[in-house]
């Protein structure tokens, strides 16, 4: 039996050119008077997907959550779920089921009733509901606190009973919305991972709105980083991190360091891009079209980026002198904040893969700033 992490490797329905999305976003726009929340969005997602929906504070991924689960309409365009139009369609006769950030349990029914209260409301059989109960307390690993209420729960046990009403009804596809928000750090690293195996052993889509860059990381098959009620790009989790499409998305996810420069030389696979701000001249790898004297911008995480004391061998690219004035041990990992001779403050990040380093880097040092040519990307837009 293959497992279910062998299964999730090798998923990527959107490579096919065969395979039809289950649900589909057709030129979708949402008002609320005056204002647009959603602008004309089209968007793709797959049977069995893992799908989060990125972004920060009224960028409209609640909204077209909401829009999917029946709870608003669009004013335009169409939403299409395995090839029906949900226009019209109440919440209670769409095959999804919706999880919400409050879990919204009723606090004068135990485990079990919260997660039998929906089939109860659809007219199951009693030896029915209570082998699916019992099915869905296993699956959550809940069987010990079927008969409490949800006061004597945990946050992270309160949330495991929300998820199991939610997929008791067996929906076709299931709505997050920030469901890890009142979650700590540790627990909420822990249920990631979890809902990523429910979600497999289920086979349903997921679709997951958050704020959260690490947990749509974490979670999803693919992302769609949102800004202003447009899609700013959907790709997997690592294509967003390694390859935005834009200065946005380089800037929205994870941290990193962006220059502004022009164009000076072009060769066949190399570009040189003159910052005269920052003193630097950098080279990178042509990843897209540019010509001389156009405006671009380049992005390079601060683990691409290379500290030390020696001067590297070429300092006409790709390197720069400051002085690290700025130091945060993570543990695993240790952040430098380098002041360039320009002002410019850069990030390198360092893995700690070794518990002690001979003669470690200090605060106050010289030190030289330098990377490879494949090391960031090439801004356009």
Same mark, same amino acid.
């Given at each position: 039996?293959?497992?279910?992490?062998?299964?999730?490797?090798?998923?990527?329905?959107?490579? =096919?050119?065969?395979?039809?999305?289950?649900?589909?976003?057709?030129?979708?726009?949402?008002?609320?008077?005056?204002?647009?929340?959603?602008?004309?969005?089209?968007?793709?997602? /797959?049977?069995?997907?893992?799908?989060?929906?990125?972004?920060?504070?009224?960028?409209?991924?609640?909204?077209?959550? %909401?829009?999917?689960?029946?709870?608003?309409?669009?004013?335009?365009?169409?939403?299409?779920?395995?090839?029906?139009?949900?226009?019209?369609?109440?919440?209670?006769?769409?095959?999804?089921?919706?999880?919400?950030?409050?879990?919204?349990?009723?606090?004068?029914?135990?485990?079990?009733?919260?997660?039998?209260?929906?089939?109860?409301?659809?007219?199951?059989?009693?030896?029915?509901?209570?082998?699916?109960?019992?099915?869905?307390?296993?699956?959550?690993?809940?069987?010990?606190?079927?008969?409490?209420?949800?006061?004597?729960?945990?946050?992270?046990?309160?949330? %495991?009973?929300?998820?199991?009403?939610?997929?008791?009804?067996?929906?076709?596809?299931?709505?997050?919305?920030?469901?890890?928000?009142?979650?700590?750090?540790?627990? %909420?690293?822990?249920?990631?991972?979890?809902?990523?195996?429910?979600?497999?052993?289920?086979?349903?889509?997921?679709?997951?709105?958050?704020? =959260?860059?690490?947990?749509?990381?974490?979670?999803?098959?693919?992302?769609?980083?949102?800004?202003?009620?447009?899609?700013?790009?959907?790709?997997?989790?690592?294509?967003?991190?390694?390859?935005?499409?834009?200065?946005?998305?380089?800037?929205?996810?994870?941290?990193?360091?962006?220059?502004?420069?022009?164009?000076?030389?072009?060769?066949?696979?190399?570009?040189?891009?003159?910052?005269?701000?920052?003193?630097?001249?950098?080279?990178?790898?042509?990843?897209?079209?540019?010509?001389?004297?156009?405006?671009?911008?380049?992005?390079?995480?601060?683990?691409?980026?290379?500290?030390?004391?020696?001067?590297?061998?070429?300092?006409?690219?790709?390197?720069?002198?400051?002085?690290? /004035?700025?130091?945060? /041990?993570?543990?695993?990992?240790?952040?430098?904040?380098?002041?360039?001779?320009?002002?410019?403050?850069?990030?390198?990040?360092?893995?700690?893969?070794? %518990?002690?380093?001979?003669?470690?880097?200090?605060?106050?040092?010289?030190?030289?700033?330098?990377?490879?040519?494949?090391?960031?990307?090439?801004?356009?837009?």
């Amino acid at each position: 039996m293959k497992s279910l992490g062998s299964f999730r490797r090798k998923f990527a329905p959107w490579n =096919d050119p065969e395979a039809k999305p289950y649900i589909s976003f057709e030129n979708v726009t949402k008002k609320f008077g005056d204002f647009t929340a959603v602008d004309d969005l089209s968007l793709t997602i /797959y049977n069995r997907e893992f799908f989060a929906l990125l972004g920060a504070s009224g960028c409209g991924k609640s909204t077209l959550l %909401r829009m999917l689960a029946g709870f608003e309409e669009p004013t335009s365009g169409r939403i299409l779920l395995d090839g029906q139009d949900m226009r019209g369609i109440p919440p209670y006769k769409r095959p999804v089921n919706m999880m919400f950030q409050s879990y919204a349990l009723f606090p004068h029914m135990t485990v079990e009733g919260n997660i039998a209260f929906g089939l109860k409301q659809d007219g199951m059989p009693a030896n029915e509901i209570a082998a699916r109960v019992a099915e869905m307390l296993k699956l959550v690993k809940l069987e010990q606190f079927a008969k409490r209420k949800p006061h004597q729960l945990s946050g992270g046990q309160r949330q %495991r009973v929300a998820l199991a009403r939610c997929v008791a009804k067996r929906p076709k596809v299931l709505l997050l919305d920030e469901p890890l928000g009142a979650l700590d750090k540790k627990l %909420r690293e822990e249920t990631q991972f979890e809902l990523m195996d429910l979600q497999m052993k289920l086979g349903l889509t997921f679709v997951v709105v958050t704020h =959260d860059q690490e947990e749509a990381m974490t979670m999803a098959d693919r992302i769609a980083v949102m800004d202003k009620g447009k899609v700013k790009q959907v790709a997997t989790p690592a294509e967003v991190y390694e390859a935005p499409n834009s200065k946005f998305v380089a800037d929205f996810i994870g941290n990193v360091n962006m220059f502004e420069g022009t164009v000076s030389t072009v060769v066949p696979g190399k570009v040189d891009i003159d910052v005269p701000a920052d003193k630097i001249t950098i080279r990178t790898d042509a990843t897209r079209d540019c010509a001389a004297g156009q405006s671009v911008g380049f992005a390079i995480r601060p683990e691409k980026i290379r500290l030390s004391r020696k001067e590297p061998a070429n300092t006409a690219v790709n390197a720069a002198h400051g002085e690290l /004035y700025d130091i945060a /041990y993570f543990g695993d990992m240790t952040v430098f904040h380098v002041r360039l001779e320009s002002g410019r403050i850069i990030k390198a990040a360092s893995l700690n893969a070794v %518990r002690t380093v001979e003669d470690p880097l200090g605060y106050d040092d010289m030190v030289w700033v330098n990377f490879d040519t494949d090391a960031g990307i090439l801004l356009t837009a």
